[in-house]
């Protein structure tokens, strides 16, 4: 997968080390816009693949509900 669309995993990994250096301080605040704003993209990019299994989860269930 491209950097854009990465799977949850690495979007989770990356997010967290771009959290480890905001907390860390020390950058400036260009920098620290950008880790901010790339943090956000990898947020949303976590909480739709989230979503999916959830979704995916759902419809599983829903099948194998004999109603």
């Known amino acids: 997968m491209s950097d854009d669309n990465p799977s949850y995993e690495a979007a989770r990994e990356e997010l967290i080390e771009v959290v480890r250096t905001l907390e860390a301080g020390g950058t400036g605040l260009e920098e620290s816009l ?3 704003e790339r943090g ?3 947020a949303t990019t976590c909480q739709q693949w989230l979503d999916g299994a959830r979704a995916r989860l759902d419809a599983a269930r829903s099948d194998d509900d004999p109603e």
């Open 34 to 36: 950008a880790l901010w």
């Open 40 to 42: 956000e993209k990898l």
